[in-house]
């Protein structure tokens, strides 16, 4: 490991990202996920949730971790755990990229206020307007077990969040 190498962590402080560390009560909130139907995160106390911030639809990267989650389904609910995306897209924008690409979870609109939920997760880009390539692992409770920003331009695969559920279920035994 390259000793000068900055931390993806570290990097995103830099740029005024401050993600909510594990230990930290899960914010709650309600999002729309269909132009008729909003999602409270509340609703899912009792078992896990995976929320995964992204910066846009369309774009490859943000593509390209969406469909990885989407071929991973089976494992996520292995854990019992419920996935989300969020990003700052609209809900129209959403339905056509779930539609293009898919999809079978629920890709959440944090668009008016925009960003608003990811303000208070601490990874609303505000230079971009839009929202860090951040990871969260919340356990049953609603407490963040873990967290993860990853540089905006990469794929930070789904290692990270199957090593967390994991633990949370070990924990569990």
């Not at 909510?20 to 899912?44: C, I, N, R, Y």
């Not at 071929?71 to 293009?100: N, P």
């Not at 629920?106 to 960003?115: A, I, R, T, V």
Request: overall charge negative; charged content about 20%.
């Amino acid at each position: 490991m390259n000793p000068n190498a900055i931390s993806p962590r570290a990097e995103a402080a830099a740029r005024g990202s401050t993600a909510l560390p594990a230990g930290t009560p899960a914010p709650d909130f309600a999002l729309h996920s269909t132009p008729d139907q909003k999602v409270k995160l509340s609703e899912f106390r009792g078992r896990p949730v995976v929320l995964a911030f992204y910066p846009a639809d369309w774009s490859p990267v943000c593509g390209d971790q969406m469909a990885l989650y989407n071929e991973m389904l089976s494992e996520f609910r292995e854990y019992g755990a419920e996935l989300m995306g969020i990003s700052v897209d609209g809900v129209w924008c959403h339905a056509a990229f779930c539609q293009e690409r898919k999809l079978h979870f629920p890709l959440l609109s944090d668009f008016e206020p925009k960003g608003e939920v990811a303000r208070r997760y601490g990874v609303y880009r505000e230079g971009d307007g839009t929202t860090e390539r951040a990871l969260f692992v919340i356990n049953a409770e609603g407490v963040i077990h873990w967290s993860y920003v990853s540089p905006v331009g990469v794929n930070p695969g789904a290692a990270g969040i199957f090593s967390a559920l994991e633990e949370l279920q070990n924990n569990e035994k």
